[in-house]
């Protein structure tokens, strides 16, 4: 038996709701509280064994966010807000996974989630207006369904010849094991320099005996200047929250930093100004670098200037010219993910630390004792993936998504992912994509994009509900529309100029469209307008 017609495979009668979400992470857990609250029957379907979602499967040593503690965090509750202390500047993932783990305590989330549920196919049904989920668990019939699914949450392994002739362990940093892994006396390589490799290399040379990193492109990092958090600090973000989460959406991250945006443009300032400043940034820490001037995201010459002054940075810091060299990017700085760091580059200064460039010549291959390049082998005990995901899109697909008439989603988004407003899909009736492909999501701090989703979502449900309205999806025109001013936003910017996994360059065959949409504030605004504006752009029946 196939979902499709209502029964279960295992021949069960389907558990009916009215909406069921996909994913027990932070997006998850709170469109469960909040559905709860208004009335809704919700189930939630996870197929970790835990909530937590990016928090529960990135356990790689050195894991951390990149947006502040104080920051990074929901705002729906006071009272939460209030009594949970961060202890460092930025949360290291097991305090994250923490925090997760006491709001799912605190209101009473487990109780309708189904963990260890792995959703298969999910196909939309015309006749009875309601989806279908078929689980590895059973089948489920709901009005709604949320994907809470997030956004880097279906891990890229290259697929290297021999890589199952390996005789050590691999690792990928996006599915670390629980209990940990011990890396001490032995000889690791790390594939990969992007974020998550960044946080991990310098925590994993600290411990192993050799450390070998396969290089493909070289990234520009900023130190994040992680410390203790002052108690200070923390109090008077807590005496001072509404108003600091206020001022925190009026920015395009949606994130205060510690200095106040530049207003003037990076190509004009004077050279001792323009070095004073990004010293002081780069002392400060963190993301408020990028926010120098005003240009840097969007005009070349500004940000080369920028770029210029990292560059400038790894050479003093890196001992061996050749190694500052080939540790020192070229293109734009800040169109892939920026990262923050650690002692990242310094950890090339260590004797037992190389790194092997495969910019020009890939890994070969894998074989039983260690990464292959250019006739070389490199001898390793063990291999950590630091390789990344098939962002934005690749969970939604990997579903099996039916809408209207059978329509695959994986069909429908062919050339690249198609939403209005990253909410909704047309042809897809009663679906929701919590930061969905075409929302800011992951060019801003995730959790307030999130609760900003839930909210909308949640209005929404409500006004249908009150007015008998049975179905909500995007009219085709409005999500056309939608594609095309996500991608002339893009264009206005540096971001495409990179091979980014925001456009899906990291995925052999993935097709090249700029996934999330920059700017969070007037994002907000447009969907609010449309929300009063009885759903513009949706086709309501
Ligand atoms: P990223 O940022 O996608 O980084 C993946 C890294 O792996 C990057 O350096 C890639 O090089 C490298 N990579 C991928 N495939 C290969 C192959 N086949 N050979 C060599 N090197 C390869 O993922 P992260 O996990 O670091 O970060 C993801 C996000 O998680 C991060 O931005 C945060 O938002 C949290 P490339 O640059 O593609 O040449």
Redesign the pocket.
């Given at each position: 038996m196939s979902g499709t017609d209502g029964v279960s495979s295992n021949g069960n009668a389907p558990m009916v709701h009215d909406v069921v979400v996909v994913g027990a992470g932070f997006a998850g857990m709170y469109s469960l509280h909040k559905l709860r609250g208004l009335g809704f029957d919700v189930a939630v379907v996870e197929r970790a064994d835990g909530v937590g979602g990016t928090w529960y499967w990135n356990r790689y040593p050195g894991a951390r966010c990149d947006v502040e503690s104080m920051q990074y965090s929901y705002s729906f509750d006071p009272e939460l807000e209030q009594e949970w202390e961060w202890s460092e500047r930025y949360s290291g993932q097991p305090e994250i996974l923490r925090y997760a783990n006491h709001v799912a305590d605190r209101y009473d989330l487990r109780r309708d989630i189904h963990f260890e549920t792995t959703v298969e196919r999910v196909d939309w049904d015309d006749d009875a207006r309601h989806w279908h989920l078929q689980t590895d668990r059973g089948l489920y019939r709901a009005r709604f369904v949320v994907m809470a699914t997030g956004c880097?949450s279906t891990t890229?392994m290259?697929n290297f010849e021999g890589a199952e002739t390996f005789a050590g362990p691999t690792y990928h940093?996006?599915n670390w094991p629980h209990e940990g892994v011990d890396f001490s006396g032995l000889s690791v390589g790390v594939?990969?320099?992007?974020?998550?490799?960044v946080q991990a290399i310098p925590v994993i040379a600290a411990e192993c005996q050799e450390l070998t990193v396969?290089q493909?492109?070289p990234?520009y990092s900023v130190p994040a200047r992680n410390e203790p958090l002052d108690p200070g600090e923390q109090a008077r973000w807590k005496s001072n929250y509404r108003e600091m989460r206020a001022k925190m959406l009026e920015q395009n991250a949606a994130m205060v930093q510690r200095l106040p945006d530049g207003e003037e443009l990076a190509k004009e300032a004077d050279a001792a100004e323009f070095y004073d400043r990004m010293q002081q940034r780069w002392d400060v820490g963190g993301f408020t670098f990028y926010r120098a001037y005003s240009d840097i995201a969007l005009d070349a010459e500004s940000n080369d200037r920028v770029a210029q002054f990292v560059r400038d940075k790894i050479g003093e810091v890196v001992d061996d010219p050749d190694v500052a060299a080939k540790l020192t990017p070229h293109n734009t700085i800040a169109c892939?993910?920026p990262c923050l760091d650690t002692n990242y580059y310094e950890t090339f200064n260590l004797p037992h630390v190389q790194l092997v460039d495969?910019s020009d010549t890939?890994?070969e291959r894998i074989s039983q004792a260690g990464v292959v390049v250019d006739g070389r082998e490199y001898p390793v005990d063990a291999i950590v993936y630091?390789?990344?995901?098939d962002a934005m899109t690749g969970t939604l697909l990997r579903m099996n998504i039916t809408g209207r008439g059978g329509m695959r989603l994986a069909d429908h988004w062919d050339a690249g992912p198609r939403t209005y407003l990253g909410l909704g899909v047309a042809g897809f009736p009663n679906m929701f994509t919590v930061s969905g492909p075409g929302s800011p999501s992951?060019l801003t701090n995730m959790i307030p994009s999130i609760e900003q989703h839930v909210d909308w979502i949640s209005r929404c449900l409500v006004e249908l509900r009150e007015r008998g309205t049975a179905t909500i999806e995007p009219e085709p025109d409005a999500e056309a529309y939608w594609v095309d001013y996500v991608n002339a936003v893009a264009d206005l910017t540096l971001y495409p100029t990179c091979?980014s996994?925001y456009l899906g360059a990291?995925i052999p065959g993935k097709t090249r469209v700029f996934m999330p949409l920059p700017g969070f504030p007037p994002y907000v605004e447009v969907c609010e307008d449309v929300a009063s504006d009885n759903y513009r752009g949706f086709a309501l029946a």
């Open positions: 880097l890229n290259p940093t996006g594939i990969g320099t992007g974020s998550s490799a396969f493909r492109t990234n892939k993910r495969v890939p890994i630091a390789t990344g995901f992951v091979n996994w990291n």
